[in-house]
């Protein structure tokens, strides 16, 4: 059984630093994805970034290039999102997620298959 979980979430003030991390488990996947999508109140879920270990590809949203940076940590099956100079507007559910095989290469805009139960990031002063 897949397990995705998130932690690190929390309220920053706007210009601070939150690391987000997302520990996975319960697979034996040969490559795949991993993936941090977020949705505001009354908004739609985006795509935030993403991470392949298909081909090494990353992809951001624009609104978040230059301040957010992914990462991962291969023997532990874990995917870090350091974001920095936070904004009002990245207030938000931030979710985890995996998808098998994927590339990065094409973008954000895909369903991943294995999600998290998500984290939630409040950027207020």
């Known amino acids: 059984q897949v397990q995705v979980v998130e932690s690190g979430g929390g309220l920053v003030q706007p210009g601070g630093s939150l690391r987000l991390s997302c520990e996975a488990s319960g697979f034996t996947l040969p490559s795949y994805a991993m993936g941090w999508f977020r949705q505001a109140p009354g908004k739609e879920r985006e795509g935030v970034s993403c991470i392949s270990s298909r081909d090494g590809s990353i992809a951001y949203a624009d609104s978040v290039k230059g301040r957010f940076t992914i990462s991962r940590d291969n023997a532990k099956n874990t995917v870090y999102l350091q974001m920095n100079s936070l904004k009002p507007e990245d207030t938000a559910v931030y979710y985890c997620?995996?998808?098998?095989?994927?590339?990065?290469?094409?973008?954000?805009?895909?369903?991943?298959?294995?999600w998290g139960q998500g984290a939630q990031v409040t950027v207020s002063s």
């Open positions: 997620a995996i998808d098998p095989a994927r590339s990065c290469y094409y973008g954000l805009d895909y369903t991943p298959l294995y």
